[in-house]
């Protein structure tokens, strides 16, 4: 009868070394400080500067950064107990958010929403953006710090149809991304009438109405 093979005892060591060399890909990227950049750590909360204005976040559990000349390094906190999937995955996150900041205080970001329809009109006042969309009275959004808004016509139709182009732009992509769908939600594009606030370059898939599709059929019998 062959005997089992002895078992190998692992040391705590050993398996936080294999875990350290097995973190995640994209969170082991170090990130590039331009020299227009400055950076600063305290505690958990990561904090930069640039041109285009200031960030800053705290990291999440378990990861921590360091910075090395110019540049930032994010790494896992082995002392921290915690499923290696869920580490990796925030190992990942955190260095993807700090990445945003630095390349948004260093060139910005840029979201654009386009209006379409009849009548349909934006106007910038100071911090807030008035909307006429169709309703019985005009729609206002208030423009976070940091965020700036220009309205440009496109291009007009004849029969009073308008396309209107808002660019907004800032350093905080996420804050960007959450006022362009703001503002989308407000009227979104009708499927129908192909009027309405879309994202651009957004798809929208336009369907036939009942009209179209009745005088498109064989009749009865």
Known sequence: MQRPAPR??????????????AMSRIGRIPINLPDAVSCEIKGDTVA??????????????????????????????????????????????ARALVYNMVKGVMDGYERKVEMMGAGYRPQVQANK??????????????????????????????????????????????????????????????????KGVRHFNEVVRRKPGKATVGAGGTGGK
């Open 129 to 194: 953006l008035v909307l006429t969309l169709g309703f019985s009275h005009p729609v206002t959004v208030n423009l976070p710090e940091g965020v700036k808004i220009t309205a440009e016509r496109v291009e007009g139709g004849a029969r009073g149809e308008e396309r209107h182009m808002l660019k907004l732009t800032g350093c905080d992509k996420a804050l960007l991304g959450e006022l362009a769908s703001e503002i989308r939600r407000i009227r979104p594009m009708d499927v129908y009438k192909g």
């Open 48 to 93: 930069v500067g640039g041109p285009k204005g200031k960030l800053s976040m705290r990291l999440p559990m378990g990861i921590n950064v360091v910075k090395e000349g110019k540049q930032l390094k994010l790494q896992q906190d082995l002392s921290v107990r915690m499923k290696k999937r869920h580490m990796d995955s925030r190992h990942g996150l």
């Open 8 to 21: 190998v005892k692992t040391s705590a060591a050993s398996c936080f070394a294999w875990l350290g060399r």
